[in-house]
């Protein structure tokens, strides 16, 4: 029997600056290791000081990451955009995917966030369709 899936959309204030390289391939390193074990899939981006994620997995999985989140120095101010059952993934495959944003998408995700309650729905699809063009390239 397969667990319940849930997704998880949230931002963040970055307290160090989302800039650095080296900030963010470490947070990856680290997200990729751990949700590989629990289960866990995503997509994270660095945008402007600020985190922008998608998790998917079990409810056990994503309850207790988000509390080691909330315990993270590296960002403050967790705010859960979207939290819900799901049928299936949108990020199957990547235990934590971090798309290249072409600058459409940057502007996109910079209107989505500017309104007062940005839709969940709207990031998920954003961040896969980064991730679908960043293939394309790689191709
Ligand atoms: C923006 C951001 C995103 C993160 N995403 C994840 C994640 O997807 N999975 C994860 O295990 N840790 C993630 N972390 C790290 C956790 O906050 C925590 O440091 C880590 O899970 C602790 O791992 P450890 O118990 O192996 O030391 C993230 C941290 C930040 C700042």
Redesign the pocket.
Known sequence: MTLPLERLVYE?A?TGTTESVLNLAV?LA??Q???DQ?G?T?A?A?HRER?V?V?EGPVAALDS?LR??T??P??RHIRVLDRRAIAERQFEGWS?ASPRFNPQMSEALDRLMAEPDPSGGLIVRLLREALDADRTLAA
């Open positions: 963040s970055a947070i680290e997200s290791r751990n949700n629990r866990l995503g994270l660095a985190y994620q998790i990451l080691r989140l315990d993270d590296r960002h934590m």
